[in-house]
Each structure stands twice: as C-alpha cells, then as structure tokens.
C-alpha cells in the first residue's frame, strides 16, 4: 500500500502539483503568481475588504498577504485605503485593471487545464466536484481547526 491509496497524501499532491503548474502558466502569461491571483479572487468575490479578511479567507498570514498585496499595487491592480471609521484598519480594493487580471487569469487555467479535466468525462467531473464539495462541508465545519465560514464559492 503506497502514498497513492492514502487521501491525505493525494489530496496534498495534487494541490502541490496543480498550483505548481498554476503559478508557472501564471508568471509566464500574465506575470503573476497563484498566490497573487486567489487574493484577486478573493476580492473579485468580496471587494472592499481587510487584509485580515482575504489571510483567513486562504488560510494564510497576514503577513505572507501584506507582501502579495504590495506587489499587486506595484503592479496597479490593487488599491488600499484606511477605513475612514478605524484608521487602524486598512481596506482593499481591486482596480479595473486588477479585475481583467483576474478575469484574465481565470481563463488562462480553465484554458490550461480544461484539456486534462476534459479526459474524465462530464459525468464523473460532475461526480468529482459533488464529492469534494461534500469534503469542504466535512473538513470545515464551525469547530475545526481551520475552519472557514462560508460556502464553496465565498
């Protein structure tokens, strides 16, 4: 029995090896990375919020999400503001440019990946996504380590 009957192992693997191959067809046709791109989907799906918002909405620090967000406005597709109401609090935005990245970008991986998806048959795609989304319900329910709040989709 090797690494390949176990879920945990597979369901890491396959994330490593997809976000590898996300972060690499990324870089090279729109110049920037996976992580910068799900902090842009964060926000395509939730605009107008804090940083500590999109870090928990990840499952990633604060920090690691600070430095992403300064390349992102380096590159103008991100703007940030203090809350008018708690200057403690900062606010971010996608700009327009940031939002025909994202658009951009979720096209690039449907394009990239659509071929090898493709190979598995509508049906068992659909059997595929209705199981991991029962997973998601299962793993983060209120209460467990890392949970998250939402559904699939924010």
């Not at 396959?14 to 976000?19: D, E, F, N, S, T």
């Not at 928990?56 to 967000?69: C, D, K």
């Not at 595929?128 to 699939?152: S, W």
Request: glycine share 8%; with cysteine; hydrophobic share 40%.
């Amino acid at each position: 029995m090797g690494p390949t009957n176990n879920l945990g192992y597979l369901i890491q693997h396959l994330a490593a090896v997809i976000g590898k191959q996300s972060d690499q067809v990324l870089q090279e046709q729109l110049g920037i990375g996976l992580s910068q791109f799900k902090i842009l989907m964060v926000l395509e799906w939730n605009p107008q919020v804090q940083q500590k918002f999109i870090a928990e909405s990840l499952g990633q620090t604060e920090a690691s999400v600070s430095r992403q967000i300064k390349l992102l406005q380096k590159k103008g597709l991100l703007t940030t503001r203090i809350d008018k109401d708690n200057k403690r609090k900062r606010i971010t935005a996608p700009t327009p440019l940031g939002m025909q990245v994202t658009e951009a970008a979720t096209a690039i991986l449907r394009r990239s990946f659509g071929p090898d998806f493709s190979m598995m048959g509508e049906k068992q795609m659909m059997q595929l996504i209705a199981q991991l989304q029962n997973l998601h319900f299962v793993v983060c329910r209120p209460g467990k380590l890392g949970a998250c709040d939402h559904p699939l989709g924010f």
